[in-house]
Every structure is written in structure tokens, then in C-alpha cells.
């Protein structure tokens, strides 16, 4: 596989922030969000026995499981399936759930699925949502300054169609590259509202890992 790292950190997003993770870093994505804050173009190639020796390496402290990001995991699905029976730990897959049929390759053999809403990607999210709502899943929403109101209800529409338990996430974004600034506490708010009209458990969680300083 083509990976920029794999390194113990603390996961800072989503439903099992605060969990120590390890986490093994793909290279490579389908897209290109103006607030991706990864350095993904840069990497090497690694043999599945240095990811798996590595992993184990780091493992001989305790880790709740393996997250499995990005860039775009889902590109090296062949390669992703190779490494998958001999991984030490349960996988979280992070995925831009963009990619339908790459990812009923995994369907079984991950233990949970961490999907990102990309706008402009509705009905191959709506798919990718569909394939694993009954799994161990939760959704993040980012939310950006210049997000629209329509943009939320249109979301929140098409996520109670699939399911209104799967648990969201609506994460206001961190500035970087393009973005400067953060949402207001009104956007926040409003979003928050509006998405809990259809669905059952919205959340607000920011990247803590970004302000408590680690990877």
C-alpha cells in the first residue's frame, strides 16, 4: 500500500474521539476539499509485512483499534484487503464515501464505518449509506462558514430517508488552507436545529485533535 504514515495517536473526531487508536494514513483521494488539512501526496510504498510488523510494534500498549484514513482508503481497496486478516485489532474504515463499489469489497470485514458527507457525491453517498446503515457507522457533516440553510435541510432529508438513528456528527470546520475562518456560534446552532428535525442523534464535535496538539 501507498502510505504517507502509521503512527499512535488519539482519535480527536467522531464517536470514539478520545479512544487511542493506531492509525495507518493512505495517500492518494478522489477528491479535493479546500479544508483537507492531511499531507497526503507524499508517501511511500510499504509491504504488507511492514504495515502489519509496524502495527504490532505500536500495539505492545493498548489501542481501542485501528483507523484505517486517509486521503482516500477505499482507492487501495485490493491492497487494503490483503492486510485486513492479519491486523491485530478491530478496523475503523474513514472513507468520503464516494465510493459505492470499492467499498462492498470491505462490507463484513471492517468493524466500523466513519463516512464524510461530500456535497456534490449525494447519490454515491446515499449508496455508501445504504450498504452499511445497519453496521457499526457514524456520519460527519463539516460544517463550513459559508455552508447554506438549504444545503443542511437538503442533507438532513436525504439522511432520513436512508435512516434517522445513524448517529451525526456535525463538525464545524478548522481553518486552514482556504478556509480562515471558523462558523459562528449562530451557524453552529442553526445547523444543529435544523438537522435534529430529522434525525435522532446529531452531535457537535469539533477536531479536538487539533486543540490539544497531536496528530
Given at each position: 500500500m501507498h502510505l504517507s504514515e502509521i503512527f499512535s495517536s488519539i482519535q480527536g473526531?467522531?464517536?470514539y474521539l478520545g479512544y487511542k487508536q493506531i492509525f495507518i494514513r493512505t495517500t492518494g483521494c478522489n477528491i479535493s476539499c479546500d479544508y483537507?488539512?492531511?499531507?497526503?501526496?507524499?508517501?511511500?510504498y510499504f509491504k504488507p509485512e511492514e504495515i502489519i510488523s509496524t502495527v504490532k510494534e505500536l500495539n505492545k500498549t493498548w489501542h481501542h483499534s485501528i483507523s484505517l484514513t486517509g486521503g482516500e482508503p477505499l482507492l487501495q481497496v485490493n491492497?487494503?484487503?490483503?492486510?485486513?486478516?492479519?491486523?491485530?485489532?478491530?478496523?475503523m474504515l474513514e472513507t468520503n464515501a464516494t465510493l459505492?463499489?470499492?467499498?462492498?469489497?470491505v462490507i463484513?470485514?471492517?468493524?466500523i464505518?466513519?463516512?464524510?458527507?461530500?456535497?456534490?457525491?449525494?447519490?454515491?453517498?446515499?449508496?455508501?449509506?445504504?450498504?452499511?446503515?445497519d453496521e457499526d457507522l457514524y456520519v460527519k457533516y463539516?460544517?463550513?462558514?459559508?455552508?447554506?440553510?438549504?444545503?443542511?435541510?437538503?442533507?438532513g432529508k436525504l439522511m432520513k430517508g436512508i435512516s434517522k438513528d445513524i448517529p451525526l456528527i456535525l463538525q464545524p470546520v478548522t481553518p486552514c488552507r482556504k478556509i480562515k475562518h471558523f462558523p459562528t456560534e449562530e451557524q453552529?446552532?442553526?445547523?444543529?436545529?435544523?438537522?435534529?428535525?430529522?434525525?435522532?442523534?446529531?452531535?457537535?464535535?469539533p477536531q479536538t485533535h487539533k486543540i490539544i496538539g497531536v496528530k
Open positions: 473526531e467522531g464517536i483537507c488539512d492531511e499531507n497526503i501526496d507524499n508517501g511511500r491492497d487494503f484487503l490483503k492486510i485486513l486478516p492479519d491486523l491485530p485489532l478491530p478496523v459505492p463499489s470499492h467499498l462492498k469489497e463484513g470485514k471492517v468493524s464505518y466513519s463516512m464524510d458527507y461530500k456535497p456534490g457525491y449525494e447519490s454515491e453517498f446515499a449508496e455508501c449509506l445504504n450498504l452499511v446503515k463539516v460544517l463550513l462558514p459559508d455552508t447554506k440553510i438549504f444545503e443542511i435541510r437538503e442533507f453552529i446552532i442553526n445547523a444543529y436545529n435544523i438537522l435534529k428535525k430529522d434525525l435522532n442523534d446529531v452531535r457537535v464535535i
